[in-house]
């Protein structure tokens, strides 16, 4: 199965599930993994009255299997539950310059954080605070600053209740400056497809996947970062629907899958195929694809319209319901299938056979991730499928929608509360009235902004619900640098890594509380809520033993600074909120009376309760009240033109890794193991760039600003993938992208076509 290719990699053939997973799992994990206690967690994963996965955003059905979770998500939640403690004592040990030169498996490997610390500069070390001399601190230095020059990050993770109460803090103190996650990730689509569909999120309910008869995907790795999404495809794929993928390199789990959870298919080991139709499109260059598919799609019109007097596209929808179909139809008439096939790197008869499957199937869904999100001109390409998705009426009825595949397990619940840099996305009269405040009306910054104010000394203060911000972001080596000039930095977190240890001048690190674990509070053990890609709200409940005493629930971390912060104010109860967050429930319910309608009695709905998309039921909160077709300024996504020497860097995610946390060095699906400091390249390329297997070469920025950002020891690695382009692993490759290089309209960062040079 495995066929040794060098000392350092081997290639895997076999389907993404099945027995690897299990071996994934054990082979990290080892005793770990048997223990019935961690097994007794694990059955409880991603089902009602249980605990929500730590790791994706998938949806968690109604009728969950025996053990609702994949390899990942087993991954993550052991990775949380280590019995490995990184207490004061191994602070005494080390100085964070010396952490610095750990690699950030090594840094996470040491455990859960037990007590919370303060930064002592003199020493250069992490020592023992009390969380009231953390608190006091850390309002005391908020006082004194300008609120608007403070930065309040989160990352995807924390609860429903966490984060609307951090989103509220924020704007009591007085500013919007809430960057998260999503602004790394699919903002693009917050951005690009409210604009076009009047949605920030996307339109389908679980049950689509039951009557769809085609999906679309476009830059999404369903098998190492969604995996629990494999099953509804597997049943897709036995009815009968088709998927057509589109993606630089050919992912297993889009190939074909066995899945753990069945028996039978475990031990006869058919695999099922689950695309059709695998396209290896160039990196940004989906534009393109789509556009040579929007061509057939409108020859095919034209020809069944003169044969048979009956239309292919949905006219009736089209009149009723969009806007510009005619200036799209114009532009794709313009568009030439040359440039296409140039752009996209994909044959036309390859592009019309994807658009017969499109035009045979009556309900289609079109899924996209990263591959789409993070390209300079992402929004575009959101534009580009929505267009397609029209043509035939495909938005909006079941069986059919767009379907953006959510990072973070709350990712997109965060945005649902609040937590949001712009301020016309919030209900701030609302808020006003609710507690008796007036909340800043100015637009605050997302993560480029807030990079940028970091960089030129506007940004003081920094506080991270969660996360790995340093690491995550681009232009690492400017970043760093410009880290310490801080005033203050506040990091609450269940494990050490890099972002700790790159410290303002006062700096905290907040240890809480794992999503598994017993939240105990005045009124008994507390559950908490997420959103799902799919718009579901789930209860989650933990249970396990707290990894230490002193650790305390994210919620009341973010209460103990507000308290600390803020003046009294007879509306804003922060004790009577830590106490029950049933009455945090409560208010989220008052201030979208909508979404949450009854929020405490529903929060154990099995398969959650779905908080709407109007989207879904076409009404368009655009602009001009329709959906709206776009035309595309160019032909490709990417930011920097071709030159010669010139590659598009693809940053790629390995299964074993939740974004910067890395649990280990085997990327089994794609068959590279042992090291993530590879360099992957067609051996057609190796041999045209003079280079050869093995060679150890580096990396060099080609952006043209006359910045120098470099990475070194990368092994040049035979991988299959389109011409003039190269893959290598985040977060290891965030030095070489510019600050500058996003998305034009959301400032999404452009992680997938980064413009490098090699340097032999
Ligand atoms: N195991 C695991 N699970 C995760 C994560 C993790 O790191 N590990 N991260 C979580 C988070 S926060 C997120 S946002 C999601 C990310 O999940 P995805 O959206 O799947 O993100 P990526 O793996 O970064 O890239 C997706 C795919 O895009 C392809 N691609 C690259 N460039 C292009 C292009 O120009 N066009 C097309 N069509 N495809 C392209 C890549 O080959 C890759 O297969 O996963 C979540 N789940
Ligand atoms: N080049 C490149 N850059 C990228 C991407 C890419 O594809 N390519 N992807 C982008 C994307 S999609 C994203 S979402 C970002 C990710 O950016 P982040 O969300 O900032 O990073 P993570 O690696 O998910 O954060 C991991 C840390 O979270 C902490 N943590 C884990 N669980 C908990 C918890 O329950 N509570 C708290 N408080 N802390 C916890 C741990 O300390 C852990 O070290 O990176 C982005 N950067
Ligand atoms: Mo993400």
Redesign the pocket.
């Known amino acids: 199965m495995a066929k040794k290719e060098s000392d350092e990699t081997v290639h895997y053939d076999g389907p993404s599930g099945g027995w690897g997973s299990l071996r994934g799992i054990s082979r990290i994990f080892g005793k770990e993994w048997d223990s019935p206690a961690a097994l007794e967690t694990l059955r409880r994963q991603n089902k009602p009255g249980g605990f929500m996965c730590?790791s994706c955003a998938w949806a968690k059905p109604a009728k969950p299997h025996a053990f609702e979770f994949c390899e990942n998500g087993a991954k993550a939640t052991l990775w949380?539950q280590t019995s490995h403690r990184c207490t004061p004592d191994f602070f005494a040990r080390h100085t964070v310059s010396e952490l610095r030169e750990w690699k950030d498996h090594d840094l996470?490997q040491q455990g859960r954080l037990t007590h919370p610390l303060r930064y002592d500069p003199d020493t250069d070390r992490y020592v023992e605070t009390s969380w009231e001399d953390a608190f006091a601190a850390i309002g005391r230095e908020l006082k004194a600053i300008d609120p608007k020059s403070a930065i309040f990050y989160a990352?995807?993770?924390?609860s429903l209740e966490t984060s609307y109460l951090y989103a509220l803090f924020a704007r009591l103190y007085g500013h919007n400056n809430l960057p998260d996650?999503s602004n790394?990730?699919h903002e693009t689509t917050s951005v690009g497809l409210k604009k076009v569909i009047g949605s920030p999120v996307g339109t389908c309910v679980l049950s689509d996947f039951d009557q769809c008869d085609a999906i679309f995907f476009f830059g999404q790795n369903t098998g190492s970062n969604s995996p629990r999404f494999l099953h509804p495809l597997q049943r897709a794929v036995e009815r009968g629907c088709k998927i057509v993928t589109f993606n630089p390199v050919r992912e297993k789990g889009l190939i074909e899958f066995v899945n753990p959870q069945d028996p039978a298919q475990m031990t006869v080991g058919k695999p099922t195929e689950i695309s059709c139709q695998y396209h290896q499109v160039r990196p940004g260059g989906d534009i393109a694809a789509i556009m040579g598919m929007c061509k057939h799609v409108l020859a095919r019109e034209n020809r069944q319209w003169e044969e048979q007097r009956h239309h292919l596209l949905d006219v009736d929808f089209l009149k009723q319901h969009t806007k510009d179909f005619e200036n799209f139809v114009q532009s794709v008439r313009t568009a030439g299938w040359e440039e296409i096939e140039r752009e996209s790197g994909l044959s036309r008869a390859d592009l019309e056979a994807a658009a017969d499957v499109y035009c045979d199937a009556r309900a289609v869904i079109g899924i996209y991730g990263?591959g789409v999100t993070?390209h300079v001109h992402g929004s575009q390409t959101i534009g580009m499928l929505v267009n397609l998705l029209l043509m035939r009426g495909n938005i909006g009825r079941e069986g059919a929608g767009i379907s953006p595949v959510r990072?973070?397990s709350n990712v997109q619940g965060q945005r649902t509360v609040g937590i949001s840099e712009k301020p016309e996305l919030v209900p701030l009269d609302h808020l006003a009235e609710q507690f008796g405040f007036d909340p800043p009306r100015d637009k605050g910054m997302n993560t480029v902004e807030a990079c940028e104010g970091i960089l030129d000394g506007t940004v003081q203060a920094f506080v991270g619900?969660?996360?790995?911000?340093v690491r995550?972001i681009p232009e690492r080596e400017k970043m760093e640098r410009a880290w310490t000039g801080m005033r203050l930095t506040v990091q609450?977190?269940?494990?050490l890594?890099r972002s700790h240890l790159i410290n303002g001048k006062v700096a905290y690190l907040l240890p809480?509380l794992?999503?598994s674990e017993e939240d105990m509070q005045e009124s008994g053990p507390q559950a908490v809520t997420m959103e799902d890609s799919l718009s579901c709200i789930h209860g989650s409940l933990g249970k396990r033993k707290p990894a230490s005493e002193h650790l305390l629930s994210?919620l009341a971390i973010v209460a103990g600074m507000a308290k600390a912060t803020l003046p009294q104010n007879p509306k804003v109860r922060w004790d009577e909120w830590i106490g029950d967050y049933a009455k945090v429930r409560d208010l989220i319910e008052q201030t979208y009376p909508d979404r949450f309608s009854d929020f405490n009695a529903r929060v154990f709905t099995p398969g959650g309760f779905y908080r709407g998309n109007k989207a879904r039921d076409r009404i368009w909160s655009t602009e001009s009240g329709k959906a709206e077709f776009t035309i595309p300024e160019k032909l490709n996504a990417v930011g920097a033109e071709d030159a010669v020497g010139r590659y598009r860097l693809i940053?790629m995610?390995s299964n074993d890794q939740?974004?910067?946390?890395i649990y280990g060095n085997s990327d089994r699906m794609r068959g590279i193991e042992g090291t993530r400091d590879v360099l992957l390249m067609s051996p057609a390329e190796i041999a045209a760039a003079g280079l050869r297997e093995g060679q150890v070469v580096s990396l060099v920025s080609d952006a043209e600003d006359g910045e120098h950002r470099q990475v070194d020891g990368l092994t040049v690695t035979p991988f299959d993938l389109p011409r003039g382009c190269v893959g290598a692993y985040?977060?290891e490759?965030?030095p070489l992208?510019p600050l500058w290089y996003h998305d034009q309209l959301s400032k999404t960062?452009a992680?997938k076509a980064v413009p490098v040079r090699i340097l032999a």
Do not use: D
């Open positions: 730590v949380e996470e990352s995807g993770r924390a996650s790394m990730c990263m993070q990072g973070h619900l969660g996360g790995n911000f995550a609450i977190a269940t494990k890594n809480c794992g999503r994210e940053t995610r939740f974004n910067t946390t985040y977060p490759m965030n992208i960062p992680a």
